[in-house]
């Protein structure tokens, strides 16, 4: 288990969430409102939209704040218009970051990721310099709790799943990103809990990062980028040792 998957989990642990509610709240809000200018305000009729008004409300972001970012997004409200941009790069131990943003000031946002990732001991790159070893795949996460894993394997590879796979705390489906949509309703449909889904990108070849210094250094530096408001997703090629794991929670 790497990256995303293993950085999920971490997050889950140490209750990042709640700490971070505002900020998260925000990035909700920017998915909600170009989810809604690109297809459209009703999440009958588009699905990025539903799945984005779902994560917003499972971090319990009020319906009064969902309902006026879709608003924005359709031109019912006055908004700022976003940009969709992927940072490249490298953090501490050699770890490769992929870093999706949304913005509405570029210029703002490649200063501060610049600064990041420099006090981070890393490096921002040019397009393209860590792209080639991350694969794009649909990355569910459904919650152990109450789920059968062959049920869970049949729904989701019946609807085109590549993979079920134990994430520790979490089962982690992965599939093409084309059938991203109907894989994640199947499993809505079997009446399991996902924890979060989104298209990915998933790391071929990974970093094995040892030592608490090492482990706190690349922790920190995602945690560093998570923490800017124009960052919607951090994707990495880490892989940390369960015992490494362990003495960070501790």
Not at 156 to 184: H, K, M, Q, S, W
């Amino acid at each position: 288990m790497a990256g995303h998957s293993k950085w999920a989990n971490i997050k889950h642990r140490k209750g990042r969430q709640d700490a971070k509610r505002s900020k998260i709240w925000s990035k909700c809000s920017k998915a909600i409102i170009v989810a809604a200018k690109n297809g459209g305000g009703s999440p009958e009729m588009n699905l990025a939209l539903r799945y984005a008004i779902d994560e917003a409300k499972a971090q319990n972001m009020p319906k009064d704040t969902i309902s006026n970012a879709i608003k924005k997004g359709t031109g019912e409200l006055a908004g700022v218009t976003y940009e969709s941009i992927v940072y490249e790069g490298y953090g501490p131990a050699g770890v490769a970051v992929m870093v999706d943003i949304l913005t509405d000031n570029r210029n703002r946002t490649a200063a501060e990721l610049r600064k990041t990732f420099e006090k981070g001991g890393g490096n921002l790159g040019a397009t393209g310099c860590v792209a080639y070893n991350f694969e794009q795949k649909g990355q569910i996460f459904v919650t152990k709790e109450g789920t059968d894993e062959e049920e869970l394997m049949m729904a989701a590879l019946e609807a085109g799943a590549d993979d079920v796979e134990d994430a520790d705390e979490f089962f982690e489906v992965l599939c093409e990103p084309t059938n991203y949509t109907a894989v994640r309703q199947a499993i809505e449909e079997a009446n399991y809990t996902i924890e979060s889904g989104s298209v990915a990108m998933i790391p071929q070849q990974t970093v094995e990062v040892t030592g608490a210094k090492d482990v706190n250094k690349v922790i920190n530096f995602i945690d560093a980028l998570e923490d800017n408001e124009d960052v919607q997703n951090v994707h990495a090629n880490f892989d940390i040792s369960d015992e490494d794991m362990a003495a960070l929670e501790d």
